[in-house]
C-alpha cells in the first residue's frame, strides 16, 4: 500500500480536504528516483528539460523523487523546483530503495503517459520522442531494452543475463531479458501497476505481468553520467531475491523434488543394506553414514531457507506498511487530489 495510494476506497469514500481545481493532464510526466545524485542532476535536469520541451512543446511535467538521499540531492532539486512550475521535487522520508521511490514518483504522475528514466542518464531520455511514436503506433507500454552493456563491467553483465534467464526460467510471466525501468506507460497501465499493493516491488516484472500490449525498443546503455552504482552486490542480490519470490514459487518445490530424489536413493540402498546383512559381513559403514547425514541435513538446511525467505516476505507483506512515506512536495501547481495532497491515510 502507499501512503498516498491514489485509489483506494478508503480515500475515495471520505470527502476530499484539498478543494483546489485539479489542473489538466499534462501530456507527458517524466519520473526519475535520485540517491545521492548532486553530481549529475545539473546535466539530468537540462537534458530532460530540452527533450521534453521539444517533444510535448511544454506539456509535461519533470517528478524527481529525493530517495532520502544524504548529499545535497533534494536541496538542488528544491532550489530548482523554485524556478521552474514544471518540476515536482518529491522527498521521502528517508531512503525507501529504488523501486518504491519510483513507486512513490509514478502515484504522482499525472500525466496521460508516464516516462520513466534512471537519474544517472545511462538511459538517455533522447529517445523519448522514437518512444512516443512507438506508443502512438498502438501500444500500451514501450520498454527500452538494451542492445549492449559495454558500459557496465563484466561481472554486470555476465550476472544480470545469469539472472535474467534464472527468472524466465522459473516464472511463468515473461519477464523482457535486458530490460531495466527505461520505459513510456499509458496512464491506465500505471494506474493498474499503482492497484497491485505488494511491498517487494520488481517494477520491470510487475508491468510485464499486467499484459497490455507491450514493445520494445533496442537502445545503447551508455556509461553512468557521474557518480558511482547505488546497486552494490548486496543490493543486487536483494533485488534478485524479490524478483524471484515474487515472481515464482518454484523454490518452494526444490525441497519436494530432493525429498523424491532421496527417497529412491534410500530404497537402492535398502537392497544394498538387506544384501549385505544377508549374505556377508555387514561392515560398519561409518563413513557412509556420515556422508548421507551430512547431504541430507545440507539439503534440509537449504530446504528450510528457501521456506524461511518466502515466510519473511509473507510476514513483511501481511503488515500491510505503506510503501513509502513522503516529506515534502515542492509544487507550485495545485496536485490533483487522486495524486497526493498533505492529507493520506496518515501512517
Ligand atoms: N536509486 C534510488 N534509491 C536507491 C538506489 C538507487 O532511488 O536506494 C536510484 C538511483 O539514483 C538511480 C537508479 O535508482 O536513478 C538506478 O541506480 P543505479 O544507476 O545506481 O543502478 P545501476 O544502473 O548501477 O544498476
Ligand atoms: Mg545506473
Redesign the pocket.
Known sequence: MNYFMPHSPAESSRPLAITTVPSPRPHISLV??????EAVLPELYQRCTRTLTEVTGGDYELIL?N?GSTDATWPMIHKLAEGDPHLVGVDLSR?F??QR??TAGLSMARGEAIFVI???L?DPPELLGEMLRLLNSGADVVYGQRLSREAESRFKRWSAAAFYRLLAWLSEVDIPHDT?DFRLMRRPVVEALLAMPEYHRFVRGMVAWLGFKQLPLRYHREK?FAGV???PLR?MLRLAADAITSFSIAPLRVSTYFGFLFSGFALLSLFYILGSWLFFNAAPGWTSLMVLTAIIGGVQLIAVGIMGEYLGRIYLEVKRRPNFIIREITSVHPLTPSSGGENGDGG
Open positions: 526519475a528516483p535520485c540517491y545521492n545524485e523523487i530517495d531512503n530503495g529504488h521511490a519510483l534512471d537519474a544517472d545511462q531495466g553512468r552504482t547505488k546497486y543490493r
